[in-house]
């Protein structure tokens, strides 16, 4: 989904090119642009917060592919090249706050062990635990395997 159409300001023409990006502050970063009909050039400013729910992707022009925006983000802020294995986590666990302060790289197994695990509770006994791939869905206080259906109670004839 793109979030805003640049349009060429000399003749209006969306086909463009993306000729370079720059991290501005802790709240926008900047596209260079320049327009394939007229060949004009020129510079839109864009924020890091947006109200997308989903990783808002940006064209890599160097190297010509796309890459999420809070990773670009990250390196541009923090002058380090990400690796494989880094993942780069909105602590508030909005996808379009790309802001440097709501972003923390991480590694993948320390995002999958502490982000990535759901805890569940019990709702026949209130106990909420983290589960184990290898246990079984019952509940490891009451054994119940009824954990996550609210308790009824049988009516008397």
């Given at each position: 989904m793109i979030?805003?159409?640049?349009k060429c300001p000399s003749c209006g023409s969306i086909s463009y090119l993306v000729t370079g990006m720059k991290l501005l502050d802790g709240e926008r970063y900047q596209k260079n642009l320049k327009c394939r009909k007229c060949e004009s050039e020129w510079v839109d400013d864009l924020p890091l917060?947006?109200?997308?729910?989903?990783?808002?992707?940006?064209?890599d022009y160097?190297?010509?592919i796309s890459i999420p925006l809070h990773r670009w983000v990250w390196e541009q802020y923090n002058n380090?090249?990400?690796?494989?294995?880094?993942?780069v986590h909105h602590?508030?666990?909005?996808?379009?706050?790309?802001?440097?302060?709501?972003?923390v790289n991480?590694?993948?197994?320390?995002?999958?062990f502490n982000f990535n695990r759901l805890q569940l509770t019990c709702k026949q006994c209130g106990h909420s635990w983290l589960p184990k791939a290898f246990q079984g869905k019952?509940?490891?206080?009451?054994?119940?395997?009824?954990?996550?259906k609210e308790r009824t109670h049988r009516r008397a004839k």
């Open positions: 979030s805003k159409l640049h917060l947006s109200g997308s729910k989903t990783y808002v992707y940006i064209w160097v190297n010509k380090e090249k990400l690796g494989d294995y880094d993942i602590v508030n666990r909005m996808k379009g706050d790309n802001r440097p302060q709501n972003l991480m590694d993948k197994s320390d995002h999958v019952i509940c490891p206080r009451c054994k119940s395997p009824y954990w996550d």
